[in-house]
């Protein structure tokens, strides 16, 4: 169907499509939910992933950015996504950067975008999270990052992620520091390791403030991390200090990778796959397998699924592949990896994690 909707789509301008693609999946939530369950039905039991204190119904989830806003969780559901991430949030609602911010590479079927991290604020999205949060078979990550403001650096940029997850701790599943974002409004990000590490200090601190103070779970804690700048890279220096600062704090695993610094945006899709594929590969590698890996960038198949799998992710993301493939993307990726894992003699999806590490 998808086919059908598509050049429909891409004759308006990107962000139009977005937004015309999200108000008819809210809709569609709301008075044919049943439908869209039929339509997209497909459960094996090999697809399920047991992570971070969570079950994971499929391994397939949404990608942060794609709803920022907390609006699409129930659509995602139906459409069979084993979980879903929202945000970026940040502490003050933002617009963003001006427009034009997103644009498409059709050829590459990729996507570059400068958005800016526009989002309602944490304020307006909490309480939307609290009433989305009572559902533990489809976990709710949400991605917080500082928001996109120059003016907001040192200890107040600490006290802004702490505001954010002050607010939305008690209703994820689990949190990703977006610490990644290529195009903030200062142009730098958190992941120079000595900023990593105070703001891991401060995030420590957080944490053991809502033990205190009697809350029943603290959510895992995910570090969002940027592709390598080369595709085939062995070792490399930055992500050995990264790695040495996240294990000295409470980081439960990571998310592998943003989106590629591009002409002033970040770009997503194919393009991006051997270097997050690298990065998931180096990070299971590195860390024994022990912390996990959200692989994500350019997944838009069950083979690459598979292939970000057995380098070691436990569990993947879309989003520009969604742009391209459209929702039905998710049920034939969750197919193929039953098919794949058939194949190759695994029962179960977690014991492709890393297989090709
Ligand atoms: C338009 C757009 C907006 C995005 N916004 C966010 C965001 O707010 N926070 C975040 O952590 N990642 C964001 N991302 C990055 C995606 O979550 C993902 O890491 C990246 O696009 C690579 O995956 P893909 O190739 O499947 O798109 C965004 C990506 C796109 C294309």
Redesign the pocket.
Known sequence: MYARIRPLLFALGPEQA?FVASTGARIAQNVAPSVLERMFAFAHPALSVQILGLTFTSPVGL????D?NARLVPFFRMAGAGFT?V??VTAQRSPGNRRPR?FRIPEDE??V?R?G?G?HGAERIAPRLKRLAHRPAFPMGV?I?KTHSPDILGERALADFASTYRRVANHASYI?L?V??PNTAEGKTFEDPATLDILLQHMDLLMTERRREGASRTPPLLV?LSPPEREQFVLDSLYDEILAVCAEHRVDGF?A???LPHEQG?L???P??AR?TSLVRYLYTKTGGVKPIIG?????SAEAAYERLAAGASLV?????L?YHGPGLIKSIKQGLVRLAEEEGHSSISHVTGSRA
């Open positions: 977005h990608a942060a950015g794609f920022k991430e945000g970026s997103l990729a996507l975008n958005m991290l989002n991605n990052a990703t977006n990644s974002c969002k998310v990778t943003n989106t970040g997503s899709g194919p991006l796959a997050s994500v960038g350019g997944i838009d993301q879309l989003y520009t592949g742009v």
